[in-house]
């Protein structure tokens, strides 16, 4: 493939340079800001009515005054007069809501103006802007400034420059400064009207920061609080569980002809004051985010199972336990899976009390299976421990299951039970995503 002359490539570079300018410059002049009315972040009230009021001021005395200069000023007749007057003043009235709309109707009508009034026999008026379409296009450039980007009041800029220092040419015995004029005024109405609509969006966007670090202020004082309530909740209950603890292991010493079975009862009581002492002072830790010597002990897992269908079965309800899991399980796995059971077992001893209950672990296609049904409480007429639950324990269920990307089914049954069943991968691989239901 013939290749071009180094100068023939640098020439084409440049003529891609400028077409991309061009199509930039007519994207400035044609495409309007997305945002909203110019200050509307701060617009409230009276400003709002300011906004619509100020443009019809504006109409209302300049469309009489241009129609009477045109007429006995520059001589042009009172058809011609009053359609110019119109053109240049009436767009003046969408200058809240699209400028840049409103600043080619008025630049073309300005430019139509100056084309008129170049013919008229007064050759000693200004020109080629009157007074009129200076003030006027001043008003426009400021809701330019307040509301489109900064490249289209560049563009705006370089324009109005161009075409007005461009008519002073053409009759320069007739040009009075009046085209020098309205460049450097319509600049400084459009760097007045850029710096007050930067200076607003600077302002919201700070009052957004000041928001946001109310509501990190708020939520640190809450962590605070939870923290103070939990260390004052292990305070409290600290103590109960101390007191049951003594009191368990103290029962066979201080009272006599104790059976054997009741000493193994106050034996698994202080078990499992002392395990839920533990289990408390190891979530304050972690609350409190300090390296304390309970968070060091290792966590809960599948091979303490037996030890909590037990505690549930002297709690009362009789719990059916299958562990058909044959290999090692991650360490996640098997806190997850242990956790899921607890809870399940906690909101049959509480809901339900009494309800034969069947817990089955086991695997399949390279995940984990957790079973847990519990039949309807044989009692019905006694009242549950807790007649409405927070739903905090479903809730931290499916959360586990979702950080490890398993699934999890929590729902009551026909019969009136309730079944929690969960799928936990074991090599990587998710399980479908089961429906969840509160209950």
């Not at 289209?152 to 109005?160: F, H, I, P, S």
């Not at 009862?265 to 972690?286: D, K, P, T």
């Not at 549930?312 to 360490?331: C, F, I, K, N, Y």
């Amino acid at each position: 493939m013939p290749q071009l002359p180094p100068e023939e490539t640098v020439l084409a570079r440049e003529r891609r340079r400028i077409a991309a300018g061009a199509r930039l410059f007519a994207t400035a002049l044609t495409v309007p800001s997305p945002e909203s009315a110019p200050l509307a972040g701060a617009a409230r009230g009276r400003l709002r009515w300011l906004q619509q009021l100020v443009p019809l001021a504006f109409v209302a005395v300049l469309l009489p005054v241009t129609v009477e200069v045109l007429t006995h000023s520059y001589g042009l007749t009172g058809g011609v007069s009053g359609a110019l007057a119109v053109a240049q003043t009436a767009p003046l009235l969408l200058v809240a809501s699209r400028p840049l709309t409103a600043w080619w109707l008025v630049f073309a009508a300005d430019l139509a103006g100056a084309l008129a009034v170049l013919g008229a026999p007064a050759a000693e008026r200004p020109w080629p802007w009157t007074p009129m379409v200076i003030i006027g296009y001043l008003l426009l450039c400021l809701g330019l400034g307040l509301r489109e980007r900064r490249s289209t009041v560049v563009a705006v800029w370089a324009v109005t420059s161009v075409v007005s220092l461009a008519s002073g040419l053409v009759a320069q015995e007739r040009s009075e400064g009046t085209n020098v004029l309205l460049v450097v005024l319509s600049g400084v109405a459009l760097f007045v009207g850029v710096a007050l609509r930067e200076r607003a969006e600077a302002r919201r966007k700070l009052a957004e920061q000041q928001t946001i670090s109310e509501a990190e202020r708020a939520g640190r004082t809450l962590l605070e609080e939870r923290t103070r309530i939990a260390r004052e909740l292990h305070d409290v209950v600290a103590h109960h569980m101390s007191v049951i603890t003594v009191q368990a292991d103290s029962a066979p010493y201080r009272l006599s002809d104790v059976p054997r079975e009741a000493e193994q009862e106050f034996a698994s009581i202080a078990a499992a004051a002392r395990e839920a002492l533990a289990e408390m002072r190891r979530l304050l830790g972690v609350l409190r985010s300090e390296e304390t010597r309970s968070e060091r002990v290792p966590q809960p897992g599948l091979e303490r199972l037996p030890q909590l269908v037990e505690a549930t079965v002297r709690g009362g309800v009789p719990v059916e336990h299958s562990d058909a899991s044959t290999r090692r399980l991650p360490q996640a796995v098997s806190l997850s899976a242990y956790r899921i059971v607890q809870e399940a077992l906690a909101n049959v001893v509480r809901h339900a009390p009494g309800a034969r209950t069947r817990v089955d672990i086991g695997e399949e296609a390279g995940r984990l299976n957790v079973l847990v049904v519990n039949e309807p409480s044989p009692h019905p007429e006694s009242a549950p421990l807790e007649s409405a639950g927070t739903g905090h324990g479903l809730v931290g269920m499916r959360e586990r299951v979702r950080l490890l990307g398993g699934a999890v089914e929590a729902s009551p049954r026909p019969d009136g039970g309730f079944l929690v069943a969960a799928w936990l991968p074991l090599a990587g691989t998710e399980a479908p995503m089961a429906k969840d239901t509160k209950a």
